[in-house]
């Protein structure tokens, strides 16, 4: 039933679009305008946090290529526990002390670590801290993330350390090279999990790390751990105080030198308050008081972490959202970043296991606007209830490609709920896009339009009606939902072979889609075009603008999304007969059907050189015309550039 529902919603949905297709039914209008340009779109989304950098090793000790193969747009990693400290990670282990108590070094490990980072060709954050064993006081405190918290017996043996790392990875992979990593000290010091000492002794243990990194590296890219900013003592932004205003523990003077200053933020499936208020007050509240130092175009601003850490039933989420709402929540954050200015905005993973979730896809369409220039995008009108604008936002940035030939325009829908208020529509909500001044020379314009909401490029959710009904558990206590994008992380032995047998499938549908075949817009006597889409809950879309010299639409505004489903199956679920309507028959190269284990069923001959929709018939039978049992079965429609595929059930 889930399928047909699904087919039935994007039926209404065009539906209700073509309802939007005049001026004054507009909800939402943004006005483009090329002219107005800003900064260069730099990819703040390029790095990945890594808990422990033996995930970039192999167990022979070669470089592991798995991150870079599954994330190709990664440029950065942060190297959480690259430096020691933790029992349960000896072998990250630096400073060590031999069989008489001398300190010794032991580089062995950080730099095979360092030299894999090298080989995927990722630029290293290293994260100094946890201190060392050896440099712990004797009852030392290992916090819930399994690092010890504590500040060291002695600072200046910090300070050797650190000169000695720093010096050290100088001698091995050139002063160049480590003039471009970047190097953070601990993790969210605000928080007592991970920082145990006092806002004092944090400050202190900052400036000796700032001044031994500068002895060897002058101008090294250094700067405080991610604030949480949240719990506990609450005083992470106290840092840029001291940093502008307050004596250094160590050279005396005025002031501490840093050149990067991270938070994290989390957030929470359902708050008090409208979405994502809480990330763009953290925002604010940091560049308003860098800019009381006037430091604000100086100090880089970024999110070290961040994801959405819990669903709407409280239930941790390892990964984050694996569905569309965590897909247009990662597009809001991206785009709010990317407006301000931000160093970067990092999260923990965007794949299930190596396959494309839809925030994976949302970076996808954030790549395509790699180097471009953002230009003006602004709201004109909302025509939306002050209850709905409360619920659901709706946003976007706009940009021009260098050689003035594409204008691009990414766009989400977030509602505060991953399912409306009884109160709100499921309709789509019209949204009009003017492009003014236009510098194509061409009398129409090309739109292309790829999307991420419940049915395009969205593997999760098929792959929710196939698991739902299997049991969650918690890993270490925590976790256990089930749109967990870490679906490693959630299961016991059971689920684990589920998922294996699966993920084959899943492949197969988690590429970025179109959401319609490219439409034809004509621009109007001053150089300007007008349409509309309409956006559905948790929609992220972004839609490409080319010059187009073929003939176009005769006149007037233009809908592009007047497309059918490019496939539709009824009923379904079904019991002697299923109808399959193929609306996309002029690139379909093949339609076959499988069953679970993967096994073709059933091979279509599709006619071609037709551009006229192909209805097929499939009865329960296979190749041979052998009735096939009941159960679940996939319909895979491969087109000329990708594959499409839609889950039936037989009931016999």
Not at 210 to 215: H, M, R, S, V
Not at 564 to 588: A, M, R, T, Y
Request: aromatic share 12%; glycine share 8%; net charge negative.
């Amino acid at each position: 039933m889930k399928v047909f529902r699904r087919v039935i919603f994007r039926m209404s949905f065009l539906i209700a679009f073509f309802c939007y297709s005049s001026p004054n039914a507009s909800t939402v209008v943004f006005e483009v305008n090329p002219t107005q340009q800003f900064n260069e779109i730099k990819p703040i989304w390029d790095i990945l946090n890594l808990w422990s950098p033996s995930l970039l090793v192999n167990v022979d000790g070669t470089p592991n290529t798995w991150h870079r193969d599954t994330h190709p747009f990664v440029n950065r990693v942060i190297l959480m526990t690259a430096t020691g400290g933790r029992p349960d990670y000896p072998q990250v282990e630096i400073l060590k002390k031999d069989s008489l108590g001398n300190l010794v070094y032991d580089f062995k490990n950080f730099d095979v670590y360092i030299a894999a980072a090298l080989h995927n060709q990722f630029k290293p954050i290293i994260v100094l801290g946890a201190i060392p064993f050896v440099l712990a006081p004797e009852n030392y405190h290992i916090g819930a993330f399994g690092s010890i918290t504590d500040p060291p017996i002695d600072y200046v043996a910090w300070y050797d350390f650190v000169k000695t790392l720093i010096t050290h990875s100088v001698e091995k992979f050139g002063l160049n090279e480590v003039k471009s990593w970047q190097w953070r000290l601990y993790t969210e010091p605000d928080n007592r999990d991970w920082w145990s000492g006092t806002k004092e002794e944090y400050f202190k243990l900052y400036d000796y790390t700032a001044a031994a990194a500068l002895e060897v590296v002058p101008g090294i890219i250094l700067g405080p751990g991610n604030m949480l900013g949240e719990i506990e003592d609450n005083w992470g932004l106290d840092f840029i105080d001291h940093a502008m205003t307050v004596e250094n523990y160590y050279t005396g003077a005025t002031g501490s030198y840093f050149k990067f200053f991270t938070i994290s933020a989390y957030e929470r499936c359902v708050k008090s308050h409208p979405p994502l208020k809480q990330f763009e007050t953290r925002m604010q509240t940091i560049k308003d008081r860098l800019l009381q130092y006037g430091a604000l175009d100086t100090i880089a601003i970024g999110f070290d972490e961040g994801q959405l850490i819990t669903d709407e039933n409280g239930v941790y989420l390892w990964l984050g959202d694996g569905t569309e709402y965590g897909a247009s929540w990662q597009a809001a954050y991206h785009i709010l970043g990317l407006r301000e200015g931000f160093e970067r905005i990092v999260h923990w993973g965007f794949t299930a296991d190596g396959v494309k979730t839809p925030k994976y896809n949302v970076i996808e369409m954030l790549e395509k606007m790699k180097g471009d220039v953002r230009i003006q995008m602004q709201l004109t009108a909302d025509n939306r209830s002050y209850f709905a604008t409360f619920q659901q936002k709706i946003d976007g940035i706009a940009s021009v490609a260098a050689d003035g030939n594409t204008i691009r325009v990414l766009i989400y829908s977030h509602h505060k709920y991953r399912y409306p208020h009884p109160t709100i529509t499921e309709d789509p909500v019209a949204v009009q896009i003017d492009v003014n001044a236009l510098p194509f020379k061409s009398k129409f314009v090309q739109v292309t339009h790829w999307g991420v909401d419940s049915t395009h490029s969205n593997f999760f959710n098929t792959w929710l009606d196939d698991s739902r009904d299997l049991p969650r558990v918690a890993y270490n206590g925590m976790g256990g939902s089930i749109y967990d994008a870490g679906v490693n992380s959630n299961f016991n032995q059971d689920g684990h072979v589920f998922w294996w047998y699966h993920k084959p499938l899943y492949l197969e549908i988690d590429d970025l889609e179109k959401m319609a075949p490219d439409t034809c817009v004509p621009k109007s006597r001053n150089g300007s075009v007008s349409f509309a889409i309409g956006m559905r809950l948790h929609q992220v879309s972004l839609l490409e603008l080319r010059p187009d010299t073929t003939t176009g639409i005769a006149s007037g505004r233009a809908s592009i999304e007047t497309a059918p489903p490019e496939i539709e199956v009824f009923p379904n679920p079904f019991n002697q007969n299923i109808v399959i309507k193929l609306n996309c028959s002029p690139q379909v190269k093949s339609v076959r059907i499988y069953n679970l284990a993967g096994k073709t069923v059933k091979q279509f001959e599709v006619p071609g050189g037709t551009s006229q929709p192909v209805s097929l018939s499939w009865r329960g039978e296979d190749q041979s015309g052998r009735s096939v049992s009941s159960g679940i079965y996939f319909i895979s429609a491969l087109l000329e550039d990708r594959r499409i595929i839609r889950k039936v059930t037989l009931l016999r």
